[in-house]
């Protein structure tokens, strides 16, 4: 177990006990100390809550190249981001990264539609799924989307593929209304002009964007109502819990992880001039 704990109990019903517990929590500069923003904050450095016992095996254990405990503690970190709607999230911070730090976020979605399944290419239009080339619906559908659906029904109507359809013309109408609707932001099927494969699928995009200029909990307390003190309090106890199942995870991994020396080989390219000479 960790020689400290990161978790404080605060009575939730005391004015007194929350204020005690906002102003006396750690404080870390998010920044450059000259920049003023400061956050909540915890010393995670080993020393502080690694046993003696453990600490040769935790210095071993930061010296490897991958671990699955960092796997383990950005799952915390993401988990403690979703919970708080990407609002509030939790990175590490100094020179060493010694420090786990509150810092305000927020979550933006991108304008892009699709993204490639192999080469993670983005695009800004949706993937329309065509129809069958045999059938009326998928022939008037490749005339529409060839120019984006910018002519009128009426020339669509002309075209020779079109105008052979066995259809009535209503039915044909129909067909090249719907197929311009989805020509104004989609292409047809799934390929990426990026990569050339065919894997591109619709999906909603997402930023992560932290601040760590802004700073967390530096306003006067004394001006806040009860309720919003009680809200700061959950939201700083969040975080001490979050740190805490950090330092848990990471000491379980020295216990329980064995770091070795691996030897892997890189492949590498190189170009080779190789010349047939005259007898």
Known sequence: MATQKFITKVDLRSKESMLAYLKSH???????????????????????????????????????????????????????????NYCYQIGFNGRSAGYLVLYRGERKRFEHKSICRSCGQRNFKKVHEAAPDDTPKGVIEREVFMNSGCWITATYLDQPAVFALS????????????????AKGSTLGNHCGACGRDTRFNAELYETITYPGQSLGDQDFDDLTLYEIREEVKLVQSFDEAVQQCAEIFLNACQSCVVEEETYMIPQTRRVARCAYAA
């Open 167 to 182: 259809i009535s013309d209503e039915e044909k109408t129909a067909f090249i209304n719907e197929a311009k609707i989805n």
């Open 26 to 84: 750690f404080r870390y500069n998010t920044m450059n100390s000259w920049n003023g923003s400061t956050s909540y904050a915890h010393n995670v450095k080993l020393n502080r809550f690694v046993p003696h016992e453990l600490m040769n095996d935790a210095y071993e254990l930061l010296s490897a190249d991958s671990a699955q405990y960092h796997n383990e503690i950005e799952d915390v970190f993401t988990d403690f981001a979703f919970e708080h």
